[in-house]
């Protein structure tokens, strides 16, 4: 546990210039995600109403991303690496149920039945719910008036989407609700993300998880009779697209967790909702609607006012 710590106090990753850039690349993949996941589910013919094809999709894309992550991790790891760190697996396990399994299940039901528009910004309820969880688990992240105000912000832009249903749909539960449990999920794999990178390699609990929650989704689609029959060579391409998002976002941002304080990196959700939005009216030709900038920016303004303090403006 201590080479652990002491190897997170001189990694890269908690470099301030580096970690800020890092921290905003997964922001944009994971914007990314949002589209592709309607496109991929249009392209491999899975049905509005298909429960376990979309689980079993999620699964394929966790379960081949997780392998990946491993195969790259034991590639690149030294020799020498401290055998404490393969010892608490049971904490990466558990993560890979909540984080990947609970979370991406809740997510893909919601998003198939949302706009990704509008599924981007209620998404962002996780960053949060995040920051209150954290507040009350880790000694470094404490409540402040500040850190209040920001969260009547991000609040206020989530309740912005979902105010009437003229111009974004009114709310549902199985495609709001589900996103918000997704949400919900999302935040408290943060909190056990950090608790568990305190005593495991980062790169090896984001292989595990990722494995173990898509071999979870895959056992669930399988026993709801779930089928990827109707392959294309676009959707073949888009899953990959997808495989490479979860491996490269999760692994860089599940490592800025354990070597920063939570604040610091979640600052960079803010991306997500705003990049969200316009890619999904990019790439499936969305409308787009004032709510969903105003919504943004609110979100966007929540998250900064709750993570930047004086001395982090003054750095």
Not at 106 to 122: D, E, H, K
Not at 130 to 147: G, S, W
């Amino acid at each position: 546990m201590k080479e652990i710590k002491k190897e997170k106090e001189t990694s890269v990753f908690s470099r301030r210039g580096l970690s800020m850039m890092l921290a905003a690349s997964t922001s944009i993949v994971w914007a990314f995600a949002f589209p592709l996941i309607k496109l991929g589910i249009g392209e491999w013919g899975i049905a509005p109403d298909d429960t376990g094809a979309k689980t079993l999709f999620a699964g394929v894309r966790f379960l081949s991303a997780g392998l990946v992550v491993l195969c790259l991790r034991f590639i690149s790891k030294k020799e020498n690496a401290p055998t404490a760190a393969y010892k608490p697996l049971w904490g990466a396990f558990l993560l890979g149920l909540v984080n990947t399994a609970l979370h991406y299940f809740c997510y893909y039901i919601g998003l198939s039945n949302q706009s990704g528009s509008r599924s981007a910004v209620i998404d962002s309820l996780g960053s949060f719910l995040l920051i209150i969880a954290a507040c009350a688990v880790f000694r470094d992240e404490r409540m402040t008036a500040r850190k209040a105000c920001g969260c009547i912000l991000g609040f206020s832009g989530i309740l912005l989407v979902n105010i009437g249903g003229g111009a974004g749909g009114s709310f549902t539960l199985l495609g709001d609700g589900m996103l918000m449990l997704s949400a919900c999920f999302s935040a408290l794999g943060g909190i056990i993300t950090k608790l568990v990178t305190k005593r495991l390699d980062a790169m090896l609990a984001t292989g595990i998880s990722l494995g173990f929650g898509g071999l979870l989704l895959c056992i669930f689609g399988a026993l709801l009779r779930g089928r990827l029959d109707r392959p294309t060579a676009l959707g073949a391409f888009i899953l990959c697209c997808l495989v490479a998002i979860s491996t490269y976002g999760f692994s860089v941002y599940n490592k800025l967790i354990s070597c920063n304080p939570v604040g610091k990196i979640a600052i960079f959700n803010s991306l997500i909702p705003i990049l969200g939005v316009t890619f999904s009216c990019l790439l499936l030709g969305e409308p787009f609607r004032l709510r969903y900038l105003a919504a943004g920016l609110c979100v966007s303004a929540g998250i900064f006012v709750i993570n930047i303090d004086k001395q982090g403006v003054k750095k």
